[in-house]
């Protein structure tokens, strides 16, 4: 899976349509190689991040679980805790 593209199902607040759009995009990215299409592919690369945006909206919508939501800021503590340990503590 491409590293840039969060979780957002079971987050409070819920994810926001931008970042269901951004994690569509980054997707649409991934699968077509293009960080930035060319003129000529320009409307079906934003058609798929259409596509993929409303299907994922519709997953969320869809999905539940019995799990307490997660808070943003301690799973982002968590994730630069994993970097850190990954890459070594660059604030030091």
Known sequence: MCRNIKTLFNFDPPATDEEIRAAARQYVRKVSGYHQPSQANQ????????????????????LSTSAPPRD???????????????FGDSTA
């Open 72 to 86: 943003r800021e301690t799973e982002a503590a968590k994730a630069r805790a994993r970097s850190a340990q990954r």
């Open 43 to 62: 409307e079906a690369f934003e058609q798929a991040v259409d596509q993929v945006a409303a299907a994922t909206q519709q997953l969320l919508a869809a």
